[in-house]
């Protein structure tokens, strides 16, 4: 008896043993508890974060005014809706001390934007005389030179010699944008409806705008707008009266229908016919297979981490750990947009690429890429444009940062406070 007694003790004491080898540890058994209470870190702060890291290095002592731009307020610019009564909306806009800067917001020491021939103003919506003078028509463009005034400035800045110098765009004059003067923080009050039961004007960042007027549009021109919503720039395409088709396209639906009931509250509806307008919701990766050599201007306006909205917007935000793939795939989608537009441009036409980012690999880099795939893989020429014209005549509006290898960006600024946009212009040779 004493034997067995023994025997289960030693039986009692191998199992506890046995128990505590196959119990898992106090950490791991608690993991998914533990975690519930782990700190989480807003969206908008990492963007921060991220923007700390990757700009604070690129843009050194300009950084900290732009972040403190990106932080606060962003201005608006008042595009005004040419199908409704534009002179009334003019005449309220000066009264507030606004200016419209396509003409009047320019370097009056810098090379003018010409109205466009083929593009007249519309009846009772002609601009006022004083925008309409011989010597405003016959303004010929200079020689530039950088700006040491500018945001960043670089008046050393050397151009590739591949890039191509061409005047400032002739601008329809059915374009106008108003915006308040440096300093002035003053608001546009929402847009009304006018006579003709459309909204007045579109607020926008104008220098949303400087896509659209590089993009030269001239009459009868067939122009693709590849990432069209929300709707801004294909607003202003619309405007300018110039293209004989627009073709607008994004793969979101959601976007898709804001992009919609914009065109309802300001375009009316028997200039939205089949001939002149076209919606789809394609990818915008295949278009170049889909419609080759088919459009005088392209605008790919591509997806891009959005700097302004994501350091302030936590829904859906880009730099979340849950998009943390989709943010670092951005460069190679774009370089792919890029390249489609490329491929949908007929030879002799123009593209337009743009983001609302500061981020180097999102801009300079895509086109540099772009443009090395469309000529070893696709055989196309290819001539990135300097666009030194554009920044030095509209540098009374913005501040642009003067170092870019190519393209321009306007940077965010207390006094001036739009973008980021960076945009780039090229040329299709063959």
Known sequence: MAALRGCSVRLKT?????????????????????????????GAELALQNLDMSCGPQLGDLWPSVRVGLLCEQKYGALLNGFEDVEKVIRQMELQQAKDFVYGGGDSQGPGCTPKAGCKPRGIQDLPQDLQTPESQDLQTSESCPDPLLAGGDSGREFPSSLETKPCPSVSPNLKCFTFPRGDTTRFKPARQGSLRMLEYYLMDAASLLPVLILDVQPGHTVLDLCAAPGGKTLALLQTECCRHLAINDISSSRLSRLRKILHNYVPKNFCTEDRLRITSFDGRLWGEIERDTFDRVLVDAPCTTDRHSVHEEDNNIFSRLRIRERQMLPLLQTQLLVSGILATKPGGSIVYSTCSLSQLQNECVVERAVQV??????????????????THYRETFNFYGRCRVGELVLPHLTANYGPMYFCKLHKIH
């Open 14 to 42: 191998l199992c506890e043993r046995l128990g505590e080898w196959q119990r898992p540890p106090r950490r791991d058994a608690h993991k998914k508890k533990w975690a519930s209470f782990r700190p989480s870190v807003r």
């Open 374 to 391: 469309a000529e070893t893989e696709h055989g196309m020429e290819l001539h990135p444009e300097d666009l030194t014209v554009v920044r």
